[in-house]
Structures are given as C-alpha cells and as structure tokens.
C-alpha cells in the first residue's frame, strides 16, 4: 500500500485499501509512468509542504488473485430447459452489471493512483523522470518483494496483463456461448412438442386400458351380482318353505316317513347297523288306520336269522315282538288311525321286556329269547318285514301309515325317562340309532315330510 511520510519520516494518514483485483493494472500504471516520461507533468503539481511520497512495491503473487470469473450456471438441473436458459441469461446480466460497476469504480481508484504517483515522482519538484527509481535505491525498502531489475518487472507485469487479457476472452466466450444457446427457442420448442406429444399417446392409450378395465370389469360384477342375486333368491324361497313347512325339515330329527300303501317295494332304510347288544330300547312315534293289522313297523334281520327283532301286527293278530324268532305278545292298539309314542324295552337277563304306549307302561313279561344277544351287522329296514337280509318283502305284512322319531338305545331306559320323551318334554336321540334325516333313505314311493309329532299329535286330541 502507499504510505504517506513526511520529511522526518513518520507516516501520515493511511490512503484507501485498493481492491486486490486492481492490483496488477495499478502495477501496469506503475510501469507505463515510470517509462511514458509523465515525470514532467507530475512534477508540476507540488505536494503539500513538509511532506513527501515513498512508492513502495507489490508482491508478486498478488497478481494472480485478480478478477476471478463469475461462477457458470451448470445446465441441465432440475428445472426445464427453457428456465434453466432463462435463470442462466438472467445471472450473466447481473454479471455484466457487476463488473461494470467494479471497472467504474476501478477507474476512479486508477486516476487517484495516478496523482500519487505523479506527486510521487516529482515530490520536490526537481527530480528527473528516474528520482523515484534512485529513491527506492537509496531509501529503505519497505516491501522487498519487487525485483530490482526493470526488464524482471516489465516481463511479469505483461504475463499478468496476458493472464487478465485470457481471463476476460474466456468469459466473454462463455457469455456468448449461453447467449446463443438461449437463442435457440425453436429447437427447444419441437423438442418439448415432441415429448409432450409422446406423453399425450402414453396417457390417452393408458386411458383407453382403464375404459377397456373398466368395461370388463363392470361385466363380471354384473355377472357377479346376477348370480349372487340368484343365489339369495334362492336362499329366500328355501327359507320360505322352511318356514311354511312344505318341502323341507325344521330340524334334522323333525321329519317323518309315510309310506301310504300295501306293497313290497315302499320302505325306508336305516343306513347304520346295530352292534352287538345285551339290551336294548326302542322308541317310535307312528300313526295307521290300515286293517286288518297295521303291518310292520320295523324288522331287524342278519345273516342265518331274517327274525333277529320284529315287531308286527299281521291280519287280526295282536302286535307282537319277535327276538331270534321267539315272540311275545304286546298289549299296545295303535290302528285308531292317531299318533301315538311306543317304546319296547329287552334284556338277554331272563329274557325281560316292557311295552310302553303314550308315556305309560301297558305291559311287561319274561323269558323271551333269554341269554341270547342281538347279533350285530344287520339290516334295519322301516315299514317291511324281511325273509332274506334286506329283501324278500312280503305286501300283506307291510306298514301302511306314518312314522317318525325311530331311536335305539342299547340299554333298558328308565320309564320316568319314556315318559318325559313321550310327553315331548325331554329329547333324547338314541345313542345307537337317532332318527336324523341323514341317517333314512327312503325306496319304492315312500317320502319324508317334515313334521312335529308333539304338535300333531296335539290335533289329534
């Protein structure tokens, strides 16, 4: 920096700090007074008096700190083409601006460097264009950086004034470059058209693949919806007839079978088979008017013995139970053409057995089939009696009528037990056989309605 001294030597107020990147032209300025003779024209401005001028040199290295470039916009951000030109043309204007006003105020620096160094050259008014050389060689070197020599001076303050000079191509490359890039609206806009023209055929075929979804999906769930709709429909008409009672059971054991002629093909079937049983019960609810004789309720039969349990009411004979072919005579009269609950209970203990109608213990005996176990693996057939295993029907010994409730437990129940089942106040499925829908199948004409023997019989009082 220049300090300004007086003749004693101590320094006088500080001149303003010259920018760093004014440096290297200051040190231009140096060079062409020092050799363009404007020693004459300095040396007729006189310095205050008192006072003179010590020019004191610059560091080398302070020339390559000048001008730095303005920083580039980079392309290709985020942002579309088109702004990212317009952001870019927008930053170099304010570039330009800038440095406009840094030369602007460069200059004004420059001519007050100028002064100082015109005084600086003729500070007493005598000395020759060189006195300040002569100076700096006799007074004392502040800075000690410059090279004494001024062919050194001269060669390194043109590499800088080059540097500066390349610098400042550069930058005016480059803001020609972005200048003329931006004035390329016409390829950018068919570029944008064509992507934007790509983007419409991707959305409108997109668009046609979601109408064509759409179609085929509203297609199946109105397929969907016609067979759910078909399918509640049909649910509701089965709940009707449910509720009705006309073509359905209430309950699986809610049913009976009919079986309204005299041949040797109507019959039910029971599916499952007796063990072997040391005792057993018998409970069913039936209802026949036929005559003479109501027929064969049921007839259990295995192989070597069609006989194994029967019970039968043939021609004016008294209903009777058969056990291995050994009969015993009920005193039950059932053929009034009502319901009525009959239970029969057996033990191969003295061959014992009870006969029960409506609840009510009507007869009991002994010594039928006794010690004889019921063999198992049998066909239980409903409404027939059977000479062969599971055939060999005979039409004058079938049931004509309606039964229902057929159980079988394997041991002799109590008769408060018949009782409440006969009274309907207690229900109690067979533990051998239960009378569910699953359990019949029916041959030949017979059906199965469903029913309420409580109820009906109910009507029938």
Known sequence: RTVRRDRSGAPSQPSPRLPTGMLPVVAGLLLAVAAGGRGSAAAEQESPPGSRFVCTSLPLEAAGAGCPLPPVPMQGGALPPEEELRATVLQLRETVLQQKETIGSQREAIRELTGKLSRCEGADGKSAPGTWKK???KGKDTMGDLPRDPAQVIDQLSRTMQTLKDRLESLEHQLRANVSYAALPNDL???LQRRLGDLERQLLSKVAELEDEKSLLHNETSAHRQKTETALNALLERVSELEKGNSAFKSPDEFKVSLPLRTNYLYGKIKKTLPELYAFTVCLWLRSSAS????TPFSYAVPGQANEIVLIEWGNNPIELL????VAQLPLFISDGKWHHICITWTTRDGMWEAFQDGEKLGTGENLAPWHPIKPGGVLILGQEQ????????????????????????RVLKAEDITNIANCSTNMPGNIIPWVDNNVDVFGGATKWPVETCEERLLDL
């Open 189 to 191: 806009r068919e570029m």
């Open 323 to 326: 056990i291995n072919d050994k």
């Open 135 to 137: 100076e700096l060689g």
């Open 292 to 295: 003479p004789g109501i027929g």
């Open 387 to 410: 000479d062969t295993v599971g055939g060999r029907f005979d039409a004058t010994q079938a049931f004509v009528g309606e039964m229902s409730q057929f159980n079988i437990w394997d």
